[in-house]
């Protein structure tokens, strides 16, 4: 294991809610931010909700509704997220979480994100990203294969979101939400 490690920036937080309708009105409404996208993830879990203040953030704040708190080992819905500035940056966290024999790592492609979702030794979600150059609307998942080549990723990755409603450049969407958050000039 390398003694650098790749720099992580707190990116967003995953918060598990009871009543959407009301939480989503609390976030919108009283602190102002704005519905970057709302809709079910996958079996099993409940609406998922995006919200953002930062047209350069697809969101800050992802509630995901459930009747019960998630289990620890539901990353989805509970988990911390650091954004890290590269492709090889993923591949080197990936190697330096399998030398710690950390087991629970799911890559994931999100079209706008490439991720490794992975539990700490206490069972606490953690998620690691780089962003892609694409905006694609949420929530989106399919698998991610970091042994390929970093244009052979983004080049998959283009083929399966471009024909998707909503996507787009990440910089036309961002210069969109500038204009709904009141930003742009």
């Known amino acids: 294991m390398s003694s650098s490690s790749p720099f992580l920036r707190l990116s967003h937080v995953t918060l598990a809610v009871r009543d959407m309708d009301r939480m989503v009105a609390f976030y919108t409404e009283v602190l102002?931010?704005?519905?970057?996208?709302?809709?079910?993830?996958?079996?099993?879990?409940?609406?998922?909700?995006?919200?953002?203040q930062d047209p350069s953030e697809h969101h800050q704040?992802?509630?995901?509704?459930?009747?019960?708190?998630?289990?620890?080992?539901?990353?989805?819905?509970?988990?911390?997220a650091f954004r890290t500035g590269s492709l090889d940056d993923l591949r080197a966290i990936g190697e330096r979480l399998a030398t710690a024999e950390?087991?629970?790592?799911?890559?994931?492609?999100?079209g706008n994100a490439w991720s490794l979702y992975f539990t700490d030794p206490e069972g606490n979600g953690v998620e690691c990203f780089v962003d892609t150059p694409f905006h694609v609307s949420q929530p989106y998942g399919d698998?991610?294969?970091?042994?390929?080549?970093?244009?052979?990723?983004?080049?998959?990755?283009?083929?399966?979101?471009?024909?998707?409603?909503?996507?787009?450049?990440?910089?036309?969407?961002?210069e969109a939400m500038a204009t709904r958050l009141g930003m742009s000039s």
């Not at 704005?34 to 809709?39: E, F």
């Not at 950390?102 to 999100?110: A, E, G, L, Q, R």
């Not at 698998?143 to 998959?156: F, V």
């Open 32 to 52: 102002g931010f704005q519905v970057s996208d709302r809709g079910e993830p996958v079996p099993g879990a409940g609406e998922m909700t995006f919200i953002t």
């Open 61 to 80: 704040m992802v509630l995901v509704q459930t009747a019960d708190p998630p289990p620890r080992e539901f990353m989805l819905a509970d988990h911390l």
């Open 102 to 110: 950390v087991d629970s790592v799911i890559p994931i492609s999100h």
């Open 143 to 174: 698998a991610l294969d970091l042994s390929t080549s970093d244009a052979e990723i983004e080049e998959e990755t283009r083929g399966k979101v471009e024909a998707l409603p909503g996507t787009q450049s990440f910089s036309t969407w961002s």
